[in-house]
């Protein structure tokens, strides 16, 4: 029906929240101009905005994008903020592609001549229909026109500040990570809650590291590199550990293959056998408590 799409898409539709295609926020694969690239996205209708707001239409749907970047708390860390799908010297004749840029929420970028297997694209799916299930949640109407409206006559939200005491931490961790070392504690004891209540390594080796309380989901929106830290350190201990010889068998799974395995390093034990390690890593003590995803938990 209608036009060929310059970029073809394939929309996953929540008739509660969606009417079309071009009014309604969705969960859609875009296809970049060029065909190198397929984004995963947490999008909205670019049409609505363009007849209806005419000339401020790009300011206002970059603007509800924005207020929904920072105002939904299941939006991965890993995410995209914003996607590319064109070459911004071409001149095209239709507003479709920057529309589809600008209402992007969030999104994951695959390498179509690379794509990483089923199992990361459906768990990629499944948190950003997390993210539409909490945005349908959040607002008391359904009505796509009424929530662009509530979010345009809203005051938009201060971005959460990572404090001075926590960034220098971050900072000091990064500059000295060459120097860490991990030190084996008693085993973490598991209580009947959410959350595992310690950690399974401590960091030392350095002076000057302040060990800091903090909240899981503020490390999950503003220090991901942490966590990213955390699993080179492990992914370094395990090399050493399993020795030259079987060093090719250590994968640092999350980076290379992605987050939709459960856990985010795969190694060897002492008979050669596979095993999976799922890295937690925190600024905090011991005792910090951290999130462990229902897909990790099953992987156990």
């Given at each position: 029906?209608?036009?060929?799409?310059?970029?073809?898409?394939?929309?996953?539709?929540?008739?509660?929240?969606?009417?079309?295609?071009?009014?309604?926020?969705?969960?859609?694969?875009?296809?970049?101009?060029?065909?190198?690239?397929?984004?995963?996205?947490?999008?909205?209708?670019?049409?609505?905005?363009?007849?209806?707001?005419?000339?401020?239409?790009?300011?206002?749907?970059?603007?509800?994008?924005?207020?929904?970047?920072?105002?939904?708390?299941?939006?991965?860390?890993?995410?995209?903020?914003?996607?590319?799908?064109?070459?911004?010297?071409?001149?095209?004749?239709?507003?479709?592609?920057?529309?589809?840029?600008?209402?992007?929420?969030?999104?994951?970028?695959?390498?179509?001549?690379?794509?990483?297997?089923d199992q990361t694209i459906l768990s990629n799916v499944t948190q950003l229909y997390d993210c539409l299930n909490e945005l349908r949640s959040t607002f008391k109407t359904t009505s796509f026109e009424q929530i662009i409206n509530q979010i345009l006559n809203s005051p938009m939200?201060?971005?959460?500040?990572?404090?001075?005491?926590?960034?220098?931490?971050?900072?000091?961790?990064?500059?000295?990570?060459?120097?860490?070392?991990?030190?084996?504690?008693?085993?973490?004891?598991?209580?009947?809650?959410?959350?595992?209540?310690?950690?399974?390594?401590?960091?030392?080796?350095?002076?000057?590291?302040?060990?800091?309380?903090?909240?899981?989901?503020?490390?999950?929106?503003?220090?991901?590199?942490?966590?990213?830290?955390?699993?080179?350190?492990?992914?370094?201990?395990?090399?050493?550990?399993?020795?030259?010889?079987?060093?090719?068998?250590?994968?640092?799974?999350?980076?290379?293959?992605?987050?939709?395995?459960?856990?985010?390093?795969?190694?060897?034990?002492?008979?050669?056998?596979?095993?999976?390690?799922?890295?937690?890593?925190?600024?905090?003590?011991?005792?910090?408590?951290?999130?462990?995803?229902?897909?990790?938990?099953?992987?156990?």
């Amino acid at each position: 029906m209608g036009n060929w799409a310059l970029i073809p898409w394939v929309v996953f539709f929540d008739d509660r929240i969606s009417i079309s295609a071009t009014r309604g926020f969705d969960v859609v694969f875009l296809f970049s101009l060029d065909c190198q690239s397929l984004f995963l996205s947490l999008n909205q209708g670019w049409t609505y905005y363009h007849e209806k707001y005419k000339t401020s239409g790009r300011e206002k749907i970059q603007r509800v994008s924005k207020y929904l970047q920072r105002e939904l708390s299941s939006i991965p860390a890993n995410k995209q903020s914003t996607i590319k799908l064109y070459d911004k010297s071409l001149k095209l004749r239709t507003s479709l592609p920057e529309g589809y840029e600008l209402g992007n929420i969030a999104a994951f970028k695959y390498d179509l001549h690379d794509l990483p297997d089923d199992q990361t694209i459906l768990s990629n799916v499944t948190q950003l229909y997390d993210c539409l299930n909490e945005l349908r949640s959040t607002f008391k109407t359904t009505s796509f026109e009424q929530i662009i409206n509530q979010i345009l006559n809203s005051p938009m939200p201060q971005a959460k500040v990572i404090s001075k005491e926590k960034e220098t931490s971050s900072v000091l961790l990064k500059q000295n990570f060459n120097q860490l070392s991990i030190e084996e504690t008693t085993t973490p004891i598991h209580h009947d809650t959410n959350f595992v209540s310690e950690a399974p390594a401590a960091y030392n080796g350095f002076k000057g590291f302040k060990q800091v309380k903090q909240d899981y989901v503020l490390r999950e929106e503003n220090n991901s590199k942490i966590g990213f830290l955390g699993e080179k350190l492990i992914l370094a201990f395990e090399k050493q550990r399993v020795g030259l010889k079987n060093q090719a068998k250590v994968i640092h799974v999350s980076d290379k293959l992605g987050d939709g395995y459960g856990y985010d390093i795969q190694s060897v034990d002492h008979d050669g056998k596979p095993i999976f390690i799922e890295v937690k890593t925190t600024l905090g003590g011991k005792k910090t408590p951290f999130h462990f995803s229902a897909n990790g938990i099953h992987r156990r």
